[in-house]
């Protein structure tokens, strides 16, 4: 089990430098070393090449008879989220389906109004969120293995257990778990 003990309170994410480095050293069984970041170390990626060099055959596969490709939509964007999710220990078969929520939660709608984006933001937000709350919550009953998601169900903070809130909030590097604000105008980003 990982343990991390000195977190400013239980209802927030670590506040200061020291102590997100204290969440981020923490390991299972020994509380020191790289945690996570071990787990997205050269080496890791490294084991996961073969996989990986399938999956760009298989995006390269999609668009080689055209003579054509549309190369951030068909092969930058997909790629790195099968590394994501590989390493995080999700199913790749629902690559496709992440890419999309992430488009649109991060682009919106082309020509969409600021109202339309919001509200397929929110959407696609919400059904990404449940998505991962259903996988979270299958992941606890499952044997862990050697991945991001293995090794956060299995972290302890203040020597309990991470709610799945809180484990769904990790990936998105949220500080706080609670009510999801799209992206959007007033929020750092310029309208679409």
Request: charged share 25%.
């Amino acid at each position: 089990m990982t343990r991390v003990t000195a977190l400013p309170s239980r209802n927030t994410w670590p506040s200061s430098p020291t102590d997100g480095r204290r969440c981020r050293s923490a390991t299972p069984g020994s509380g020191t070393a790289s945690g996570c970041c071990r787990l997205f170390a050269p080496q890791r990626v490294a084991a996961l090449e073969e996989r990986l060099t399938a999956w760009a055959n298989a995006l390269i596969d999609d668009f080689i008879e055209t003579g054509h490709v549309d190369f951030i939509r068909q092969f930058a964007l997909p790629f790195p989220g099968a590394t994501v999710l590989e390493i995080m220990g999700w199913p790749l078969e629902d690559l496709r389906q992440m890419n999309d929520w992430t488009a649109v939660v991060l682009h919106g709608v082309p020509g969409g109004s600021v109202e339309e984006n919001l509200e397929v933001r929110t959407e696609a937000h919400v059904e990404m969120s449940e998505y991962m709350l259903a996988l979270i919550q299958e992941r606890r009953s499952a044997t862990r293995g050697d991945d991001v998601t293995s090794v956060i169900l299995d972290a302890e903070l203040n020597g309990r257990c991470l709610t799945d809130a809180a484990v769904r909030a990790l990936p998105a590097g949220r500080r706080e778990p609670g009510p999801e604000v799209p992206p959007g105008p007033g929020r750092g980003e310029i309208p679409p």
